[in-house]
DNA sequence: CCCAGAAGTTCAATATATTGAACACGATTC
DNA sequence: GAATCGTGTTCAATATATTGAACTTCTGGG
């Protein structure tokens, strides 16, 4: 058997690629665009994108405002909400925090990363307001969150520079990390920790830790997260939750695990 | 010109239109499926299902656990967390209710049409617990709900029928709608009050009130929706709940039609 | 009012994906 | 241990989508 075929990542089933393509830009563009930018961005021909427009149109992957212009569909929001649902990830996530109330009272949130940025897949709010609330589909940098961190920790160096090579994410807040070499700093510390802080970094005053939660291959597929206000967070708390949030994340690793 | 064209709902792009197919078996099915299964149910070949699917695994749709069953992949997220996060429904949606506190104290959701099911793309759940929580991505038969009449009432009758061609959904509670016929009548009486209603028929003990959310071009786009207990759910009070609601989705559809 | 430019639409030739049949592989059964 | 069933993979002929060029429509400017 041949290692690898070259035709294989190059070009099949084109127009899969290319509505995948459009719809990747369109969701990486702030401003909406027209049929005619989306040609110019991904070199497509302006016939081609007319049959495929439309085709995505009629099938609820892209809308059009009344000037024309494209957005993304409401269709993804069902397969992304499967995703979720049955993605035994989120129900294990469920199922530990149903049955172990030692951390009830915390939001927990449970996110997957994406190139640099964490999205947030399931959270469970606590009663008790932290001031932020996470909603599903929000997104927020991966060097700053908790879960991200956990989650980027696990990669290889090379590849988190290389995610980060394009540049580095704004701070979000004065305690934000502000570089690489920073962040790199910092994902040893959790290495060795076994989990990963984020103390105010993406919002002053909530402090959140993070632990990844692995599948079966032990890949990191997910990160856990606990978040609570700051002056919670005492040296000993922090290691107390963060070793019940690993083992939590394990759990729910065991159980995806089969 | 012609109103319409045979060629147009059939057959284009058919990679495209199998991909979104093969996703929405996914989600619809509870149980993991193999390739062969997604074959026999959609009566794709084989050797087109493989190259299909291989393509769609590379570009993150579909993922195979290690039996080789397959799963919705995490691709989709991105477009979804993007269309909540940019969509112009969903934004107004926010704007709106936080402006308008009229209604902020009940629980308000916001779902699209999409075929016979409505998806819901937000919402604001209030304090008081109603025992049922709407959750984003979630979707339920349009027939039983009010925002799923709601946006039904503004189809022409033909395409209405031509939608429930396939099949009339199986009831939810004992007073869920049971026939086309009977959802006609139902419609009409919505008409001609200018909101919809579901009274029990998604979950005995909660009633609902569902309004059309129209775009520039007087398109109905979405559905608004305001739940209440049954108890609370007097005439009167849904006369003036009502009445409120539908200034609320006029409101919403000032903030899309630009 | 007419013209220029851009966006969108249509159409026939071509390059490409799709398809059934034949082939490998593993599990399960006898 | 041999055979069968189901699954996944490969391949060449065909049916189909893709494409550039020509055409229409619309907007904005002179």
């Not at 990830?89 to 449970?110: C, E, K, M």
């Not at 700053?144 to 090379?158: D, I, N, S, V």
Request: proline share 4%; aromatic share 4%.
């Amino acid at each position: 058997m041949d290692h690898k075929d070259v035709t294989k990542g190059g070009a099949s089933v084109p127009a899969l690629r290319r509505a995948v393509a459009i719809l990747d830009h369109l969701s990486e563009t702030s401003e909406e665009l027209t049929a005619a930018d989306l040609c110019r961005a991904l070199k497509i021909p302006k016939s081609t994108a007319h049959g495929l427009l439309q085709a995505m149109e009629e099938l609820g992957l892209v809308i059009r405002d009344p000037a024309g212009r494209l957005g993304i569909g409401p269709r993804p929001m069902r397969w992304s909400s499967r995703f979720l649902a049955k993605s035994d990830l989120v129900s294990a996530f469920r199922q530990h925090f149903d049955r172990d109330a030692r951390l009830s009272g915390y939001t927990i949130t449970l996110t997957v990363l994406e190139e640099t940025e964490v999205v947030y897949v399931a959270c469970s709010n606590s009663s008790q307001p932290l001031g932020v609330t996470f909603r599903i589909g929000m997104r927020l940098p991966a060097a700053f969150t908790a879960t991200g961190k956990a989650q980027l920790a696990a990669l290889p160096e090379a590849e988190v520079a290389a995610r980060f090579a394009g540049g580095f994410p704004a701070p979000l807040t004065r305690y934000s990390v502000r570089d690489l070499a920073a962040l790199r700093a910092g994902l040893d510390r959790d290495r060795a920790r076994g989990f990963s802080v984020d103390d105010g970094e993406t919002r002053e005053g909530m402090t959140c830790l993070g632990a990844p939660v692995r599948n079966h291959e032990g890949r990191v597929v997910a990160g856990l997260a606990l978040s609570l206000t700051r002056s919670e967070a005492t040296a000993e708390k922090v290691e107390e939750l963060g070793a019940q949030l690993r083992s939590a994340a394990d759990g729910i690793s065991a159980l995806i695990g089969g």
